[in-house]
């Protein structure tokens, strides 16, 4: 069965560094694309970077750029999301999901299997 773990969360001051993991099995790692997406209290759930395990090509919304990276380990059929220089604003639950790579990047209504949330907690 599909299965997606994410992990890495965790406490961090402003402005330093965390690596979320999302270890995946159950399909073939190739057909998809990974996304990233995080819900805050409060606020709706929304996307924040993804990439096509096939080629490596990387989609990030407008509030990731610059300080989050999106990559993968085809190997381990894992993907990373490095978030640099956090801010009170990521506090949030991380998601990663997967979706068919036959949508393309950036639509975030099309992916269908979930893992659990990671927490990222940003103190400042």
């Known amino acids: 069965d599909v299965q997606l773990q994410a992990s890495g969360g965790g406490l961090v001051q402003a402005g330093g560094s965390l690596r979320l993991s999302c270890a995946t099995s159950?399909?073939?790692?190739?057909?998809?694309?990974i996304g990233w997406f995080r819900q805050a209290p409060g606020k709706e759930r929304e996307g924040v970077a993804c990439i096509s395990t096939s080629d490596g090509t990387t989609y990030y919304t407008d509030s990731a750029k610059g300080r989050f990276t999106i990559s993968s380990d085809n190997a381990k059929n894992t993907v990373y999301l490095q978030i640099n220089s956090l801010k009170s604003e990521d506090t949030a639950a991380y998601y990663c999901?997967?979706?068919?790579?036959?949508?393309?990047?950036?639509?975030?209504?099309?992916?269908?299997?979930w893992g659990q949330g990671t927490q990222v907690t940003v103190s400042s």
């Open positions: 999901a997967a979706a068919g790579s036959v949508y393309g990047l950036g639509f975030w209504s099309q992916y269908d299997y």
């Open positions: 159950g399909f073939t790692f190739d057909d998809y694309n």
